[in-house]
């Protein structure tokens, strides 16, 4: 009997083990998880990338957290285009050369969807 995985399984395995790295790694600037969603929706994903590589701290970690997924999500052919280096500055290049405005639309809602479950689990596992 084989099992069926489903993008939502995908995300929460993923996001569950990048939220136990961003809580190890959370420093005296606190939480920088909680407003990343509107970063993306003011500023789009990849300035929002570059912010991050800038930035550093949680802020860094969240964007290769992202890049991570999405290149594990290509890599498995359950999302289009060749898998993203994980590195977040040649992701952001890579991206920024080749992908197309649709593709570019659909990494945006799918990182989007991935940060609903970093966020909880983030908080979840913050509580315990």
């Given at each position: ?25 959370r420093g005296s600037k606190g939480d920088q998880l909680s407003g990343y969603h509107s970063l993306i929706i003011t500023n789009g994903l990849l300035a929002t990338f ?43 290049h890579c991206i920024s050369v080749t992908a197309t405005p649709a593709l570019l ?24």
């Amino acid at each position: 009997m084989s099992q069926i995985i489903n993008m939502e399984q995908i995300r929460a395995a993923s996001a569950m083990d990048a939220a136990r790295g961003i809580l190890q790694a959370r420093g005296s600037k606190g939480d920088q998880l909680s407003g990343y969603h509107s970063l993306i929706i003011t500023n789009g994903l990849l300035a929002t990338f570059a912010y991050s590589a800038d930035k550093g701290d949680e802020c860094r970690l969240i964007a290769e957290s992202l890049v991570r997924h999405l290149a594990a999500l290509q890599a498995a052919k359950r999302f289009p285009g060749e898998p993203l280096p994980t590195d977040l500055v040649d992701a952001i290049h890579c991206i920024s050369v080749t992908a197309t405005p649709a593709l570019l639309a659909m990494m945006t809602d799918e990182c989007m969807a991935y940060l609903n479950y970093l966020k909880r689990f983030v908080r979840a596992m913050k509580q315990c």
